[in-house]
């Protein structure tokens, strides 16, 4: 079994429903064990920036699956929720991204971790924060790295959604 972290992002629909729908999926797939999740932080859009704010969590996994088993299976959870195909970075039903995986570091056409472009994002590094604070990418703890983008993006802006994490963990609590 590898450690590994994925990013959920959603900014359609009923947010928190489809967190926790994708959270209860995961549960389900064999090979994948959930572990710590963050807190639900709110953010603005990346790229496409005429769109409704996102909600979005980090979860620790324990897998037996490779990377790109792992890649399929977030996929199958994507579409079976009803995520339509858009543009790059436009608004999303669910998104679901592995972001690291112990021992694995690997950049194909079709899969790339550590995620190229974790270190540039506060919607990524300050839930991962919460409970990857001292797990490394690029030599530096994801806590420095998520302290810097702070300091150095100021105009990115992400914070810690406390309704939306009471709603999720109380959806959670009525789905088990």
């Not at 990418?137 to 994801?142: I, Q």
Request: a negative charge.
């Amino acid at each position: 079994m590898a450690e590994a972290y994925l990013e959920l992002g959603t900014n359609l629909g009923d947010r928190e429903a489809y967190l926790a729908r994708a959270l209860a999926l995961l549960e389900e797939t064999d090979g994948v064990t959930l572990g710590m999740m963050s807190r639900v932080y709110c953010s603005k859009a990346w790229g496409v920036m005429e769109q409704p704010d996102f909600l979005n969590i980090c979860v620790q996994i324990e897998t037996s699956l490779t990377p790109h088993d792992l890649l399929a299976e977030c996929k199958r959870i994507e579409k079976a929720l009803g995520r339509q195909v858009r543009e790059r970075w436009g608004p999303r039903e669910i998104d679901i991204d592995i972001l690291m995986m112990e021992g694995v570091d690997i950049d194909t056409p079709t899969l790339t971790i550590p995620h190229a472009r974790l270190s540039e994002r506060r919607f990524v590094l300050d839930p991962l924060s919460d409970i990857a604070p001292r797990w490394e990418f690029d030599g530096l703890p994801v806590s420095l790295l998520a302290e810097s983008l702070r300091a150095d993006e100021p105009d990115q802006v992400c914070f810690p959604d406390e309704k939306a994490t009471q709603r999720l963990a109380e959806l959670r609590g009525s789905s088990r």
